[in-house]
């Protein structure tokens, strides 16, 4: 139950605070004034999609606090355990929306995703517009309902889970059997390439290798002599490194056995001796082999040739030819084992359509069932909402079996028969907006009254101007229907209408001020007396006589003798 709202900044408010109790509320005010700012902003604290236009003309954000009872054993209340969250029966959200574009949140001062916020949002309240009735002309909008005032959600998950695995097999035959069009001929061709990539033999690093001896190839005239001259220098000149490292060696070795600190030397000059012999040992080994070669020359200009020629083919680069000649093996073996596939693709494609089938089925079923309780409930409310003689049908149509999908195998149909003896047709052809309203209002009281029936507890629930396009007796009979839920579960009732206020528990005056500079939206929650006065407001005008204060009080009197003529259950603890 939502007990109180903050808001700052938010619309044409610039800042209030209402606090709220059980049963009905209605919110009422001249036209303009913001009552449907406060359920726009009811909306906003419970993770709604806002954009810049919210927050109040010259402010850098807008901010909106609620806090919720939390009632034992909740939907609520299981979502602050597995959040492990510390609630003590409060549930405060917090949210901040910024000229940024920046939105933050916070749930019992604990900073929240806006998608975590919006899925405890939808279990604290529960919005139902005046426009409501627009989207259920809509097939689609027609079959959710009815699954959700069936609870078909664990059937509907069924469905889809196999439409989806029928689906991906369905997919994955039709790629198959693409495939299998051109197969000979594309055998053909990767058998070819198998065969010139098989032949070409390809060896790890071959590459580089042969690169490396098309260079030396290339350049084995300046390689040879400048091989000859070090080894001149190392060894054959008359004076060269060799020889002078060995005299070097002879002093130091006479003067390490003056002083042994030349110890060190000695093993350097020994070491270095060492080296320079194996440095002209390897350079003369490197001269010898460097013999030019005209055949072998030839060869790896050829095999780099052919190489390079095979990666232009394939449009790659020569050391992608083994992922190539992989690729061609792996193609090979599934057209080569295509037949077989296409037999056990059409074997699980079987099997998956029978699973789904028979999901369709259940669910079927089950919507057959949730059909015909919905249609007698809500034929029964319309009686009651001025539409005598009227009935509502919820017809299941059998959709032909290329139209089924991920929904089942039914289309859902909302019919409507407004007056006595007239045949049913489709929602969607009703004429009368206020026919139309009264029908969608029959069916969102249904779902309500079936929720607060399935569960011991309810969201806050919000109408906003379901009753538009009703008036006299027929608004009296819609005020006691909202009057009715909020014997059950908490009401707030966005209304212009006096028949529908006056059966409210509690009432909260919107208006709108102005110092002609600036405009700013108040509430006032009303006492006995100033509830006379609005309603009188709403019957007469802004001239208010002492008819419509009679008439006011007689209609506020007339809700409360109804529940004692008629009791319902008690309403839950509040601040009425």
Request: glycine residues 6%.
């Amino acid at each position: 139950m939502l007990n109180s709202i903050q808001i700052k900044d938010f619309a044409i408010i610039d800042r209030i605070e209402l606090e709220l109790g059980a049963g009905m509320t209605a919110l009422t005010g001249e036209t303009g004034a913001g009552k449907s700012i406060l359920v726009d902003a009811l909306l906003f604290v419970t993770g709604g999609r806002v954009g810049a236009e919210v927050i109040r003309h010259g402010c850098d954000k807008t901010e909106v606090t609620a806090t919720f009872a939390i009632e034992k054993k909740s939907i609520v209340e299981t979502w602050f355990n597995e959040q492990a969250l510390e609630h003590e029966g409060e549930c405060v959200l917090r949210r901040a929306f910024g000229n940024d574009g920046r939105s933050r949140a916070w749930v019992n001062g604990q900073s929240m995703p806006l998608q975590s916020l919006r899925v405890l949002g939808e279990a604290l309240l529960d919005v139902h517009g005046q426009m409501e009735y627009q989207s259920l002309m809509k097939r689609n909008a027609q079959r959710e309902l009815l699954d959700n005032h069936g609870h078909h959600q664990a059937l509907n998950q069924t469905v889809s889970s196999h439409w989806r695995i029928l689906k991906e097999l369905r997919q994955q035959r039709a790629e198959a059997e693409r495939s299998a069009q051109d197969r000979n001929e594309r055998l053909t061709l990767l058998r070819y390439h198998l065969n010139e990539l098989d032949t070409l033999a390809l060896q790890p690093d071959e590459t580089v290798e042969l690169n490396s001896e098309r260079q030396r190839h290339a350049h084995s005239g300046k390689l040879a002599s400048g091989s000859r001259e070090i080894i001149n220098w190392v060894r054959d000149a008359d004076t060269n490194a060799e020889q002078l490292l060995s005299r070097a060696l002879n002093v130091a070795r006479n003067l390490s056995s003056v002083d042994a600190g030349l110890n060190a030397t000695v093993q350097l000059l020994d070491e270095a001796l060492i080296a320079t012999r194996e440095a002209a040992n390897a350079i003369q080994h490197y001269e010898s082999e460097l013999d030019a070669d005209p055949a072998r020359q030839e060869w790896v200009e050829q095999r780099l040739a052919a190489l390079e020629s095979v990666a232009r083919k394939h449009h790659v680069e020569i050391e992608a030819l083994s992922s190539v000649l992989e690729n061609c093996r792996t193609e090979v073996q599934r057209l080569e084992t295509l037949e077989f596939t296409l037999e056990q693709l059409d074997a699980q494609i079987a099997t998956a359509l029978t699973s789904y089938d028979t999901a369709c089925k259940q669910l079927t079923l089950a919507r057959t069932k949730t059909a015909k309780a919905l249609s007698e409930r809500v034929t029964t409310l319309m009686q009651t909402l001025g539409m005598p003689g009227g009935r509502f049908e919820a017809q299941l149509n059998v959709l032909p079996t290329d139209q089924r999908g991920e929904q089942g195998a039914d289309e859902i149909e909302f019919m409507v028969s407004a007056n006595p003896g007239q045949p049913l047709k489709s929602l969607a052809k009703v004429a009368s907006g206020g026919e139309l309203s009264r029908i969608s209002l029959s069916i969102q009281v249904d779902a309500v009254e079936s929720l607060t029936h399935s569960t011991s507890t309810c969201p806050t629930l919000v109408f906003d101007e379901v009753d538009a396009g009703v008036g006299g007796g027929v608004a009296e009979m819609v005020g006691r229907q909202l009057r009715t839920l909020g014997s059950n579960a908490q009401v707030l009732c966005v209304t212009h209408l006096p028949q529908v206020a006056s059966q409210a528990h509690a009432q909260v005056r919107v208006a709108k001020l102005t110092d002609g500079k600036h405009t700013r939206t108040s509430l006032e929650t009303l006492s006995e007396s100033a509830r006379i006065e609005e309603i009188a407001r709403m019957l007469g005008g802004a001239a208010i006589s002492d008819t419509a204060r009679t008439h006011a009080a007689e209609m506020l009197k007339a809700a409360t003798e109804i529940d004692k003529q008629a009791p319902r259950n008690k309403i839950k603890s509040g601040r009425h």
